[in-house]
């Protein structure tokens, strides 16, 4: 547990410092984590990035608020299988509440957005209702602030 959460707050701490915390070998660490890769206890490493500094089309996030009529003897899998597999869909969870499921997708542009929300979403069976909010500043993500400081630090990045 200590390990997976060292890993969740810095999925790049060197193994060297994680085997000091832990106070066991680097080798063991090495052998936990591959365990725990292959179990999939661990199933990735990502970085946390600010998009407002890059210089780059940002593109829209959206938190989708579906309500659905489950089916018999598959609950809300089905359905949620059929979303989640959608390109634009990058997260989607079961809620409690007045709507059954939340969905986070990522568009170029509000009518991209809308665009998959009319012909894709609520064109699914099982689908009642949608309600789309959009996010229009991030301030804290996966327990990250995101620091609208004084100085500019910005990446260009080439199309």
């Known amino acids: 547990m200590e390990l997976l959460r060292l890993l969740e707050k810095d ?26 890769e292959k179990r999939k206890v661990i199933v990735g ?17 959206a938190m989708i608020d579906v309500k659905v009529q489950p089916k018999r003897g598959v609950g809300f899998d089905e359905v949620a299988e059929r979303i989640y ?28 957005v809308g665009q998959f929300v009319s012909e894709k979403l609520s064109t699914l069976e099982s689908v009642l209702s949608t309600t789309t909010h959009f996010q229009l500043k991030k301030y804290k993500h996966d327990g990250v602030v995101f620091d609208d400081g004084d100085e500019d630090h910005r990446i260009v990045v080439s199309p």
């Open 45 to 61: 490493y990502s970085g946390i990035v600010d998009w407002t500094k890059v210089d780059s089309p940002e593109g829209i996030t």
């Open 85 to 112: 597999r959608f390109k634009e869909v990058k997260a989607l969870y079961l809620m409690s509440g007045t709507y059954d499921l939340s969905v986070v997708i990522e568009g170029a542009t509000m009518s991209e």
């Open 11 to 36: 999925g790049r701490m060197p193994v060297k410092m994680i085997a000091k915390l832990l106070d066991v070998t680097e080798e063991d660490v090495e052998k936990m984590m591959s365990d725990l």
